[in-house]
C-alpha cells in the first residue's frame, strides 16, 4: 500500500484488554516500517504507523474490552488516520503530514499475533476473538463502513482492492470452502453469527448510553 490509502476491519471481542494484536503489517519491534491496528491496554482501538521516520498514533475514544462483540475499522484516509467503531467514527482524525510510505515489501502481514525483530510470531496475541478480517487497499466511506458493519457475511478474509469484494463475497458463500475464519486466543470458543455480532453491539452501545 506503500504511501496509499488503506482500511482494516475486523469483528473483535475480547475482556482481556492486553495491547493485543489485531493486524500488523511489518513489525512490532525492531524498528522499521509498519501498520500495527491493536487493542490497547486500556481497551482502546489503536493504529500505528511508521515509516522509519515518523510515527503516529490514533486511538479510539471508547474503551471495547466488555466481552461483547464490536466492529473495528481503522484507515489511511489522505493525510489522516481514522478510527470506526461499530459503523461509527469514535476518534478525531489524525495528522500524517511529512510522513512518507509505510509499505516494507519483505515485512510479514499477521492477524491475532505480532513479530519482533527476530521476524518470529511470538508477541503481544489477542487474548479473545477475531473475525472477518478485513483489508482494502482504499480509504472506505462512512456509508461504506456501515454497510460493512450491517453486513451478513461470515469469515471473510480479503486482500486486495475493495472493487472485487462483490464477486468475493458471492463466491465464498458458494462455496463449501472459506476465504476466512475466526481467530480464537481467549480460554474457550465464542464464534458467533454476524445476527449474534450486531446484537451484542447493540446491546453494548444501549448499556455505555445510558451509564
Known amino acids: 500500500m506503500g504511501s496509499g490509502d488503506f482500511t482494516v476491519c475486523a469483528w473483535i471481542k475480547t475482556s482481556d484488554p492486553n495491547d493485543g494484536t489485531i493486524f500488523l503489517k511489518g513489525r512490532r519491534y525492531g524498528g522499521g516500517k509498519r501498520y500495527n491496528f491493536y487493542l490497547d491496554a486500556q481497551g482502546h482501538i489503536t493504529l500505528n504507523t511508521d515509516d522509519n521516520s515518523i510515527s503516529r498514533v490514533i486511538d479510539s475514544d471508547g474503551s471495547y474490552e466488555d466481552g461483547a462483540w464490536h466492529f473495528a475499522c481503522v484507515m489511511r484516509d489522505g493525510s489522516n488516520l481514522r478510527v470506526y467503531v461499530d459503523g461509527v467514527v469514535d476518534a478525531a482524525p489524525v495528522s500524517l503530514d511529512g510522513t512518507g510510505s509505510l509499505d516494507d515489501p519483505l515485512a510479514l502481514c499477521a492477524i ?85 455480532k450486531l446484537s451484542s453491539s447493540s446491546s453494548s452501545s444501549s448499556s455505555s448510553s445510558s451509564v
Open 112 to 196: 491475532g499475533m505480532a513479530n519482533g525483530d527476530d521476524d518470529v510470531l511470538d508477541e503481544v496475541p489477542f487474548l479473545g476473538v477475531l473475525d472477518e478480517v478485513r483489508v482494502y487497499n482504499k480509504a472506505l466511506t462512512p456509508a461504506q463502513i456501515k454497510a460493512d458493519y450491517n453486513s451478513g457475511n461470515d469469515s471473510l478474509l480479503i486482500f486486495g482492492d475493495a472493487e472485487e469484494e462483490s464477486s468475493s463475497e458471492s463466491e465464498d458463500e458458494s462455496s463449501s470452502s472459506s476465504s476466512g475464519g475466526v481467530v480464537d486466543n481467549s480460554s474457550s470458543s465464542s464464534s458467533s453469527s454476524s445476527s449474534e
